[in-house]
Each structure stands twice: as structure tokens, then as C-alpha cells.
């Protein structure tokens, strides 16, 4: 399959969408503390995304049934909201929010801490965030895709971490998951050619230990380290402009447009 360039006013779909996502993400923060369940978190950004006419995208989803993706801990990403797992002080929490708003996606997550976090716990979110940065800088037209995981896993590895290599980042836009693959270990000038108008994520699970996932065998979605050791990830949707890239899930300008 090819990847698609997309057309100026799909683009612009697909930033609406992609501010909705991140958007999401920002109105439940209020909500995450020690106490409350990972189904609450789901509800409230279930509720924000259709009072803001979009649909969560991961909603009946090669047939996962929640509107969000919530990944405690040693879950490195899938985790799906229940009632039983209830947050607590230090935890690390990612949620992960695809939205389609007017036919249009956009994919975007973050770690949340709870209470009080520890050190160690933190310096994984700090280098994970570094990680996703150095992928984003490697974007703009020309360069390869592979050039995004290798500036990735040099910054993992300097910090003794690992990347998780059974998930992706993927094109996205007019279909949830496209393609490119975006791995996140890679070799320099590796993979397909980037042009302006592709979007796509970058998504980096950073492990502090092994690099290894394994699927829960009941539910079948929750990806979990195999040494119970911690796991963070970011993610953002880029577009590839004609002098660089664009974060079209920035809303907060932490990005500059290059
Ligand atoms: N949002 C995830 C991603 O970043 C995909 C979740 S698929 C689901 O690609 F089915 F688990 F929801
Ligand atoms: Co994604
Ligand atoms: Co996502």
C-alpha cells in the first residue's frame, strides 16, 4: 500500500481532529489521581470527544470496545479501562486518544503522573519525551523514515532503556492506521522517503528494562513488559510541510513549525 499525500483540505480535517485528540488529553488530567478507576478516566474522555462531535476512533476497533487506550506501569500500551484497576499515588499513566471528527483521525498520548512519582519513574517519562522530540526533528521532506527510529533508539539506548519494537508509529488521516510503519529502532537512511503532505505518528514505548511484550491472554489487548518492569510512551501526529514538519497535535506550542 502507498502512503497517502494528503490535500490541503483534508489536512485541515485532519488538524481538527488532531486538536480534538490532544485537546482530550488535557481535559482529563483534572481527573487522574489516586483512587480513581481507569473506566472513570475512559467515561470522561469518552464524554468530552462527542461533546465535541467527534468519535473515539479506537471504538469498535478490530473490535475493542473503549474509547481510549489506558496503560498503567509495566502496561506498555493497549491497557483497556476497567473498574478494577484503580490508580495510586506514584503510578505513571499513559492514555492514549484517537478521535474521528468529519471523517477525519487524529492520534495522540501522554504519561500522567499520580501523586507523588519517583525518581526513577520520572527520568523514563523525561527520556521518553526526548525520544518522541529527536523522532519529530528527524521530519521533514527528503529525509527517510528509518532516520526517525535510529535518532530514537540512540537516545534509549545512552540511557540503558529499550525500545519496544512489536509497535508501531503508522500513517493516519483518512484511516486510522496507514501506512508507513513508523518503527521506532531503525537504521540510518532506512525505509521510504518523506514528502510534504504525509501524516503520520511518532509513538515511542520506552522500557526500563527488557524490550519484550507480551499480550494478556484473557483480554487479548493489554500489552504488558515481560519483566513487570516500567514502560512510557508519547505520541504525536506530524505532517511533512514543503520546508519541514508541523506537530498538528501541538495545541499547547511546545513545538516550533519548521
Ligand atoms: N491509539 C493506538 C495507536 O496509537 C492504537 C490503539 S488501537 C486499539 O495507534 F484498538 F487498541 F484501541
Ligand atoms: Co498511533
Ligand atoms: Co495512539
Known sequence: MAIIIKTKEQIEGIRKSCVLARNTLKHIAQFIEAGVTTEFIDKKAGEYISSHGGIPATLNYKGYKHGSCISVNDVVCHGIPNSKTILKDGDIVNVDIATILNGFFGDTCL??????VGERAKKLLRITRECLDVGIK?????????NIGFAIAGVAKRHGYSVVYQFCGHGVGLKFHEDPEVNHIDERNAGPVMKPGMTFTIEPMINEGKARVKIDKHDKWTARTIDGKLSAQYEHT?????????????????????
Open 111 to 116: 504519561m500522567y503522573e499520580v501523586g507523588t
Open 138 to 146: 528527524e521530519c521533514k521532506p527528503g529525509n527517510k523514515f528509518g
Open 238 to 258: 506530524i505532517l511533512i510541510t514543503e520546508s519541514g514538519a508541523e506537530v498538528l497535535t501541538d495545541v499547547d506550542e511546545e513545538y516550533q513549525k519548521t
